[in-house]
């Protein structure tokens, strides 16, 4: 019942931010949460106040890992919008041990909502051992139950990671992101004569690696859902062509099945298949081909340029570009093919729609009247909401959760150059990626295993 009412209140704090916006291994089992009161005031939602001392030092630990571990958590909880952590320097004191008592009275007088206290130690294999536990500190009851996570020293950081999503999990309601990486197209050198490589990050910037792939334009990569690979276009042979690509050797193969130009793939939701654009005698379709089976079929039919699909998450229907009806817009159709419908009806031109993990909306690009916009609807084409505008803003990815979306924003004139942000679905929270270069086209991974 608890958990319940926390989860309610949520949505309905939720709802009301909308409509001020215009519109390893665990241990240990989940136990319900208390609820955490947030505020509302003036469309704002007050922040979560957050205590996450350093972690404490146990036998063999690193005291840098100790501190980052808490550096990155923090981090990537105030990178919510949901969450503000407080500054170090102004605890009261800091715990001894992981064990001993929480002295609830020293998080009060700082005006914390949350209390985070880890641990980090070396076992004699080598292996880190990482505990923490999570307080409620005005009702002086642990949220949940405590975990503990047994890694290598060089993947702390996706303990981190994990535990800032139990902790974002457990406190909002919503699913998981921070454990998660982001495709991209990593672009170099001048704007008329720029270099594209495929790149992959961490979902917070770090870990940046550029992968091997023939020196020729590469565009629209996406992640497989269910295995490491990525799906993208390449210009190898000077036409368009889709290629796949295993991570784990980054060994790329051509499908052999696509003949002509393919383009704008994406997978499903399984895996097994992949919607994307293909050009036959002049004109171009939707197809969906089957990685098990290696067969195509055609999905439309129709003169005009259809492109840009995406499935949705029960694999039944696929959301696409078209300008069949004079313009650049949004349809529908039934992956068992039949006649599409169209579902945007605003002033402008749609583009790149990108159905959302959960199912209930929609994301695209608008162009309307010289700018660029990031939007989401419902699947039935109604309640759009902008929530981006700019010179140039495109391309937009789902988090894990269908919580937050990433995007491309471009400057303008001839120094322009793309950088990667994210947004909630809200319209809040509208922030720059750090990345190594310039940045375009993010394509967001499951939460990894």
Request: overall charge positive; charged content about 25%.
């Amino acid at each position: 019942m608890v958990k319940q009412s926390v989860l309610k209140f949520l949505k309905i704090i939720f709802l009301i931010s909308v409509l001020f916006t215009n519109f390893s291994i665990v241990v240990g089992q989940e136990k319900e949460a208390p609820k955490l009161d947030m505020t509302v005031n003036k469309g704002v939602i007050k922040p979560i106040s957050l205590a996450i001392p350093s972690f404490i030092k146990e036998s063999g630990a690193n005291s840098i890992i100790s501190r980052e571990l808490a550096k990155v958590i923090s981090n990537n909880l105030d990178g919510t919008g949901l969450f503000r952590s407080i500054p170090q320097a102004s605890y009261v004191s800091t715990p001894l041990s992981f064990n001993s008592p929480v002295q609830f009275d020293d998080w009060s007088i700082v005006n914390a909502d949350v209390l985070v206290v880890g641990s980090v130690g070396l076992k004699p294999d080598g292996r880190l051992e990482v505990k923490f536990r999570l307080w409620d500190v005005s009702q002086q009851k642990e949220i949940g139950k405590g975990k503990k996570y047994f890694t290598n020293s060089e993947s702390w950081r996706r303990i981190s990671h994990k535990i800032s999503d139990t902790i974002y999990t457990r406190v909002t309601g919503e699913g998981a992101y921070f454990d998660s990486r982001v495709v991209f197209v990593s672009e170099t050198g001048p704007k008329d004569n720029r270099t594209k490589r495929l790149a992959i990050m961490d979902q917070d910037g770090a870990n940046y690696k550029l992968l091997k792939h023939p020196p020729s334009l590469v565009i629209a990569p996406r992640f497989s859902p269910t295995s490491n690979k990525i799906i993208f276009t390449g210009y190898e042979t000077g036409k368009p062509r889709v290629y796949l690509m295993d991570l784990s050797s980054e060994e790329i193969t051509a499908l052999p099945e696509l003949k002509g130009m393919s383009f704008a793939p994406r997978f499903s939701t399984d895996g097994n298949q992949i919607v994307l654009s293909m050009s036959e005698n002049g004109n171009t379709d939707i197809f969906i081909t089957s990685l098990v089976k290696g067969t195509k079929r055609r999905l439309t039919t129709n003169s005009a340029i259809d492109t840009a699909p995406s499935f949705s998450p029960d694999g039944t229907r696929v959301v696409f570009e078209s300008d069949r009806g004079g313009g650049q817009q949004l349809y529908i159709i039934s992956t068992e093919g039949g006649e599409a419908k169209r579902i945007s009806f605003g002033k402008g031109r749609y583009a790149t729609p990108v159905w959302s993990p959960r199912g209930d909306l929609i994301a695209f690009t608008k162009i309307k009247e010289g700018k660029f916009h990031i939007g989401v609807m419902r699947v039935d084409g109604t309640k759009e909401r902008l929530l981006t505008t700019s010179f140039l803003d495109e391309g937009p990815a789902w988090a894990p959760n269908g919580r937050v979306l990433m995007f491309f924003r471009e400057t303008p004139g001839i120094a322009g150059a793309p950088s990667i942000y994210s947004i909630d679905i809200s319209g809040r929270n509208l922030r720059k990626i750090k990345t190594s270069s310039f940045a375009s086209d993010p394509n967001w991974s499951q939460i990894l295993n």
